[in-house]
Nanobody, 122 residues
Framework: QVQLVESGGGLVQPGDSLRLACAAS????????MAWFRQAPGKEREFVAG????????DYADSVKGRATISRDNTKKTMRLQMNSLKPEDTAVYYC???????????????WGQGTQVTVSS
């Protein structure tokens, strides 16, 4: 089993920056593909960003492209999402996810965190 715990959410103003973190534990592997998803009230969960095991390949949703940077540190078993120029529409619960495979970042994931709330409001 793999446990994922997100942190770093909070209430910020439009235009602010925020860095989310995901700490992995349990039977983790540096070969896991990892990603961030988010779910806003009344909406379906959506893909935000994904990163392969080496960190050299990444993918971003159009809605965050140019404002978000995903990274990982396999030695520390952590993944981060740096979000800049935050907008009210970025308000959502952000989830960390992991899967023991390579390939598409937007496919199915086996392991999920509990989520961290991000609220962007003036």
């Amino acid at each position: 089993q793999v446990q994922l715990v997100e942190s770093g959410g909070g209430l910020v103003q439009p235009g602010d920056s925020l860095r989310l973190a995901c700490a992995a534990s349990g039977r983790t592997s540096s070969t896991y593909t990892m990603a961030w998803f988010r779910q806003a009230p009344g909406k379906e969960r959506e893909f935000v960003a994904g990163i392969n095991w080496s960190g050299l390949n990444t993918d971003y949703a159009d809605s965050v492209k140019g404002r978000a940077t995903i990274s990982r540190d396999n030695t520390k078993k952590t993944m981060r999402l740096q979000m800049n120029s935050l907008k009210p529409e970025d308000t959502a619960v952000y989830y960390c996810a992991a899967v023991p495979r390579t390939g598409s970042f937007r496919g199915e994931y086996n392991y999920w965190g509990q989520g961290t709330q991000v609220t962007v409001s003036s």
